[in-house]
């Protein structure tokens, strides 16, 4: 079996029964100089985006920021509302009355990066998208539960379809398909 | 029994049972959802909560239209069923976070089964908690007067309270249970999307999945950002039941003003939250055959958490006394050492005591822990005692208060009985359509369990430290 590869196709994929294959076919490909690889599992496989090269995880920032705008603001309008737009005077205590904002800029703190932390994640990785032309790939239902894919994409600049096909086949893989774009 | 090498037999017991591949969680777990028929329990379980539902939904039409009146408060106790109804509530949606995040930060890998389950319990109770403060506001339509936005009055909600903290606190926590419990739906409900069978149920988990094909760089930031709302959700999960405390400790009433509130109210939480995990982890285990990932080790755990919380709340009814007695407060003796035990709601505080501090000493016996049967009717107790113990604080301290002329006996009246019945009835109804169309364990983390039982197995084989009895 050759599956004929053309530019115009998304890539090709190669199917795998355990993460540990799955593991030692991601190295292989980044050995052989493959840099626009994806892989596909039914669960986070530990070491496996440090072997994609996946370093720009931004998500920790996305919610420092969620965080800051939150407290800041939170911590902006109470301040707003007792000193700037409606200062009352109970019994001479201070309009900056801090300690009393704590609780407030606290739970919007959280909020702000709760959201950010949902939305950065979403955002990131590009969710919601319906369609994506791997959902193509026979039996990739079963990536979400007990199958373990690697994907070369056609983009990559070492793409070239006999010699793809060539390194996946020496992973003895369950089977490898076009994916079509 | 009391040898030293029990601790390290029994942490070495299975918290998944052997056998298991990433196919057979999967499988085993799905089917619950999209192979198995709704079974003729599940209906009649299902209508009875419904028919509960109807009664709230009565218990509030009427209410529209008469007002707080039907109710038993009136001066001097103004805050009646509704408050007690809602700290009740609340306290119980915190052991769902608390499970999900707390025991994911430290990696208690006992949490996976039944985290799932408590998320979605913790958002049906914050569901209900929410109710109540908004119906008990007699004109609910204007509940929005709680938060800041921009009003033709130019009024700001006012900032120096505890009761707006609480609306904050409440709804963000509302907010956050949410997202939490969703992010990690999502991988689940791809599985359900890839193995649904039916157009209909394909384009509805299809639409939650939002897309997901489990790529390693979205599982990358997928594990960040859950990581990440585990560590938020902890001190917010802390915060809430604190602020709910102050909402009685910045009072100046006597039996609530006092620095013991915020971790005797948080350990309450928690102490009732698992009360009702167990109340409902043990009859669904039953029902859907699920004691290879509830295994008696989860029962057993939970149980000592029980147990644990158990005697702070104790200690904190101790020190309560105590403070009133060495504080030499006259208004917080007459409270605290007449009042509440020997007074008008003797009988209340003494069922609270025997509910709460005594009967849950049966945990320090093992055998007791995994008797399924005395852990479950024990959880019962349990949450009633929780309901006491907010009933004697909200309602000993108002009744008598400062001016003798005022003071009276307050009674809940049948639509006081009547909401919080129903709403006992809205929340059950949600965790049967729960149990219905959403998978009650997490079955990527299930995989990953596996997945680590396994390397386990490999890495030394005589001594499995997931799968006992796995090797050959």
Redesign the interface.
């Known amino acids: 079996m050759k599956p004929q590869i053309e530019a115009r196709n998304y890539g090709l994929i190669a199917e795998f029964a355990s ?1 540990e294959e799955l593991l030692i076919a991601a190295e292989t490909a980044r050995r052989e100089g493959f840099t626009h690889l ?8 530990e070491g ?2 440090q072997v ?1 090269e ?1 370093r720009r ?1 931004r ?2 920032l996305v ?1 420092l920021l969620g ?1 800051l705008a939150g407290g800041i603001g939170g911590y902006f ?2 301040w707003y ?2 000193n700037v ?2 200062p009352i005077n ?1 019994g001479g205590r201070p309009f900056h ?1 801090w300690p ?2 704590l ?2 800029t ?3 703190i ?2 702000g ?3 950010a ?2 939305l ?3 955002g ?2 590009g ?6 032309p ?2 193509a790939v026979p039996g ?7 199958r373990f894919f690697l994907c070369v994409m056609a983009t990559d600049p070492l793409f070239e379809s006999g010699r793809v096909v060539t390194m996946l086949e020496t992973l003895r893989p369950i089977r490898t398909t076009v994916v079509p774009a | 029994m009391a040898s030293s090498t029990a601790p390290s037999a029994e942490s070495s017991e299975p918290v998944l049972a052997p056998g298991h591949t990433y196919a057979t969680v999967t499988d085993k777990i799905s089917a619950i959802v999209l192979r198995k028929k709704t079974g003729r329990r599940w209906w009649v379980g299902f209508l009875l909560a419904f028919f509960l539902v109807n009664v709230l939904f009565v218990s509030l039409a009427y209410l529209l239209s008469a007002g707080v009146g039907i109710w038993g408060v009136r001066t001097p106790v103004m805050w009646g069923f509704a408050i007690v109804n809602f700290v009740w509530w609340i306290g119980i949606g915190h052991a769902g976070t608390l499970i999900s995040a707390i025991l994911l930060l430290l990696k208690q890998q006992w949490r996976t089964s039944i985290n799932r389950f408590a998320e979605a319990m913790t958002l049906f109770a914050v569901s209900c908690a929410g109710l109540f403060p908004l119906i008990h506001m007699g004109r609910w339509w204007l509940f929005y007067w709680l938060f800041p936005y921009p009003n033709t009055m130019d009024m700001w909600p006012q900032w120096r309270s505890p009761l707006v903290w609480d609306a904050f606190a409440v709804s963000t926590y509302a907010t956050v249970s949410l997202l939490f419990w969703y992010v990690g739906l999502i991988p689940d409900v791809a599985t359900l999307r890839d193995r649904a069978r039916n157009r209909f149920a394909q384009i509805g988990y299809g639409i939650l999945a939002m897309g997901w094909r489990g790529s390693a760089r979205h599982w990358a930031r997928y594990q960040t950002a859950y990581l990440l709302l585990a560590a938020l959700a902890t001190p917010l999960v802390v915060s809430v039941h604190t602020i709910v405390s102050w909402d009685f400790a910045l009072a100046i009433m006597p039996g609530w003003h006092s620095t013991i509130f915020p971790p005797y109210f948080v350990a309450g939480a928690i102490y009732s939250g698992f009360a009702m995990v167990l109340t409902l982890a043990l009859p669904l285990r039953k029902a859907y055959s699920l004691e290879d990932f509830i295994t008696e080790r989860h029962v057993d755990n939970m149980a000592k958490v029980l147990l644990a919380t158990g005697l702070i709340v104790t200690y904190g009814y101790v020190m309560e006394a105590f403070f009133a007695w060495y504080g030499d407060n006259p208004y917080e003796r007459f409270m605290l050492l007449q009042e509440r035990p020997f007074g008008d709601y003797s009988h209340t505080y003494w069922m609270l005591i025997a509910s709460n501090c005594t009967v849950v000493q049966i945990l320090w016996l093992p055998a007791a822990r995994r008797n399924v049967w005395l852990v479950w009717c024990i959880s019962i107790v349990v949450n009633v005692g929780m309901w006491l113990e907010r009933y004697v604080i909200i309602v000993t301290s108002l009744h008598k208060d400062y001016l003798p002329s005022s003071w009276d006996v307050y009674h809940g009246t049948f639509w006081d009985y009547a909401t919080f019945y129903g709403s006992i009835g809205l929340f059950a109804t949600l965790l049967f359509i729960f149990v219905r169309f959403l998978p009650v364990i997490s079955m990527a983390e299930m995989r990953e369990l596996v997945h680590h039982a396994d390397e386990a197995t490999e890495a030394n084989p005589s001594q499995p430290a997931i799968q006992e009895g796995a090797e050959p």
């Open positions: 993460p994806d892989a596909y599992t039914p669960f986070p496989v496996l985006a994609l996946f995880n998500i920790p919610v965080g309008m109470l509302a007792t737009d409606y109970v009355s009393m904002y609780p407030i606290f739970e919007l959280i909020l990066a709760a959201f932390a949902v950065g994640m979403l990131l990785n969710l919601p998208r319906p369609h994506h791997v959902f990739f239902e079963r990536a979400t539960r007990d």
